[in-house]
């Protein structure tokens, strides 16, 4: 079955502790992308890769990172977390970035 | 970057057609228009997405002005399965038609389907 896999799907942790969560996908997709979703503000792009080794910034990237080793991981990395990070986070892929996207089923992440 | 404006709510009758707009007035010739969809509790998922033409699936129709400058997600019968967030988004494109990264989804539409 085709799909994107996220984990964890629910995280609590303190600030400043280092956090990484996977994302995953089974489609041999090039492109792949981290979102965040906040209450009234919406899906919001955090960064995205082309490809594997491409990577850049999207709409919020500070306070992560994100590398592309493999066509299938994308990686998100908090190195230091802090509280405004508390959110919804959704990964998503698809053959480039214009075309369908297919999103993971999302990590609740609270940072105390 | 081209924006979309999308009403904040709209509300229909189960088994009746709606009508989603999308205003998208600085829209640029290479850009797609997508549609996705939240449904509660879930990521968004893929609905629709067009250039110029009307275009039909099997979730929806999507109906693009001839300017561009907006389009209308049409769903024929609404069912209570479609009670969601509706997003309306512009593909960004270069002028070689290589898409880029960036993607912006707006606040979207949030349907609700009355039984």
């Known amino acids: 079955e085709a799909q994107v896999t996220q984990n964890p799907r629910y995280l609590i942790t303190v600030t400043g502790k280092k956090l990484t969560v996977t994302c995953s996908q089974n489609?041999?997709?090039?492109?792949m992308s981290w979102y965040r979703q906040d209450p009234g503000l919406g899906l919001r792009q955090i960064y995205y890769?082309?490809?594997?080794?491409?990577?850049d910034k999207g709409d919020v990237p500070e306070g992560y990172k994100v590398s592309r080793k493999e066509k299938r991981n994308f990686p998100l990395i908090l190195e230091s977390p802090s509280p405004n990070q508390t959110s919804l986070y959704f990964c998503?892929?698809?053959f480039g970035a214009g075309n369908t996207q297919y999103f993971g089923p999302g990590t609740r992440l609270t940072v105390l | 970057d081209a924006k979309t404006t999308q009403p904040n709510s709209m509300e229909s009758n189960e088994e009746e057609p709606v009508h989603l707009p999308c205003n998208h007035s600085?829209?640029?010739?290479?850009?797609?228009i997508h549609w996705y969809r939240q449904l509660p509790s879930q990521g968004p998922e893929y609905v629709i997405h067009g250039l110029t033409s009307n275009v039909n699936n099997r979730m929806a129709s999507l109906a693009i002005a001839e300017d561009r400058k907006s389009s209308t997600l049409i769903l024929h019968r609404a069912t209570l399965r479609d009670a969601a967030v509706y997003y309306c988004?512009?593909?960004?494109?270069?002028?070689?038609?290589?898409?880029?990264?960036?993607?912006?989804f707006g606040q979207g539409t949030i349907l609700t389907v009355h039984p």
């Open positions: 998503a892929s698809s």
């Open positions: 600085t829209i640029s010739g290479t850009d797609y």
């Open positions: 890769s082309m490809n594997v080794e491409v990577t």
């Open positions: 489609m041999n997709h090039e492109y």
């Open positions: 988004i512009l593909g960004v494109y270069n002028a070689g038609g290589t898409s880029y990264g960036k993607l912006t």
